[in-house]
């Protein structure tokens, strides 16, 4: 079977797809893939010996195949149009994928994509996709499975968009396996010792599964364990009070301003819900170490939010997460969340010792990865902005052996 990969990436789909093939008896034929990333581009020659061609909006010419994957990037586009129909989507990535489909009709195809866009734009964007991959001819139909029910450590939900020239495909009943980071973990790896985690531990015996955040939903902040100086137990319960209060949509009705969620409070409206006889020294004190900041509202311009000098300023809480060197603790006896590129080498590990950062190994295992798949070329971060945006490869396997089963 004569397939391509578009928006290839570290070429997760190409490996669940020969997986299905073989399990079923058959070989596949891989004749094109396509990726503009550059350090994907470098994985992508590593690991397979071609080399992706670049922007597939720039490819006219393409060889003749029977099955199109595609993990593609979710660009919004207008459903504005009566039918939603092909011309809707010009100027998407999606429309690349459609063009093709409809110039060279393979005998089927597998696209993968985050679950929101199920709800994107209220469920038009999806009609819109759904509309025209039957409209050019296929029997089209979708899913969202989740990489956890398919035997990986990790949460991750997806949506699969699937359909052949010939007859529906129809998934499968699969039974749920599961597993744990401990089975995915090296334990050999030593913890690894900062700053951040010495006064983290001075504090906490047991971190294991606990979120490290200065907004709302993390349950250790950073001045539980006085990250940026000392603080005092009436301070403690004065920065707890604030990230509270700063959600409440009252305060931006005396502010004037339009709600958002985490505003800054004036003296006079922390002294409302906090009574202190020096309470300006003790907000200035926190502000000095860095712990709140001082500043102006902000007020909605168009789609932005910019500070508003008219209004009085206020105290907020400095929330950025990526400034911390781990902001999730994993549970080596439960499963990761959702791996995002941005913040995945902030995930903790517990080890013997401490705690560290997510390996490559390990995230490469995350997705089911064959051990043989090798990163340890490119610089961290460029391998796990890959990570964090491939594809779970057991159900990429799982979907395509289904599809596969029609077609073969």
């Known amino acids: ?66 099955f199109l994957l595609a993990g593609f990037p979710c660009q919004a586009f207008s459903s504005a149009g009566k039918r939603l129909g092909f011309e809707d989507t010009r100027g998407t990535l999606f429309f690349q994928i459609a063009r093709i489909l409809k110039d060279k009709k393979p005998k089927g195809f597998l696209l993968e994509n985050v679950d929101g866009l199920v ?30 029910d398919f035997g990986l450590a990790q ?14 495909v129809t998934l499968e009943e699969v039974k749920p396996m599961y597993t744990s980071l401990y089975e995915i973990i090296e334990q050999s790896i030593p913890a690894r010792e900062s700053e951040f985690t010495k006064k983290l531990f001075t504090h906490y015996k047991d971190i294991t599964g606990r979120k490290i955040s200065d ?65 300006k020294e003790l907000l200035d004190d926190l502000v000095k170490k ?66 560290r950062p997510l390996t490559i190994r390990e995230g490469l295992r995350l997705f089911g990865f064959p051990e043989s798949y090798n990163l340890d070329f490119l610089k961290t971060k460029d391998a796990f902005d890959l990570i964090g945006n491939t594809v779970c490869i057991p159900v990429i396997t799982y979907v395509s052996r289904c599809i596969q089963k029609i077609l073969l």
């Open 155 to 168: 949460s991750r939900k997806r949506i699969y968009i699937f359909g052949t020239l010939l007859n529906p």
């Open 119 to 148: 709800t994107h734009d209220k469920g038009n964007t999806l009609t819109t996709m759904m509309n025209i991959l039957k409209d050019i001819g296929y029997k089209a139909d979708w899913k969202v499975l989740n990489g956890k």
């Open 215 to 279: 907004k709302r939903g993390g349950n250790i902040h950073s001045w539980d364990f006085e990250l940026k100086g000392k603080v005092s137990a009436s301070q403690k319960e004065l920065l707890n009070l604030i990230l509270k209060q700063r959600r409440n949509r009252k305060w931006a009705e005396i502010y004037g301003i339009d709600w958002m969620d985490g505003m800054p409070l004036t003296v006079e409206m922390i002294s409302t819900f906090y009574k202190a006889d020096k309470l």
């Open 290 to 355: 860095g712990y709140l900041a001082y500043e102006y509202p902000k007020r909605k311009d168009g789609n932005k939010r910019i500070y508003d000098t008219s209004k009085t300023k206020g105290y907020n809480i400095v929330s950025g997460k990526l400034s911390f060197e781990y902001n999730k603790i994993l549970d080596s006896a439960d499963i990761a969340p959702t791996l995002v590129a941005t913040d995945v080498l902030r995930l903790g590990v517990p080890v013997s010792g401490g705690i």
């Open 1 to 66: 079977m004569r397939y391509i990969d578009l928006f290839s990436g570290l070429g997760g789909m190409r490996i669940g797809f020969e997986n299905a093939l073989q399990s079923l008896g058959f070989a596949g034929e891989h004749v094109l893939s396509s990726e503009i990333k550059k350090h994907a581009v470098k994985a992508y020659e590593h690991n397979f010996a071609n080399t992706p061609m670049g922007d597939i909006s720039q490819i006219n010419e393409l060889p003749d195949f029977d």
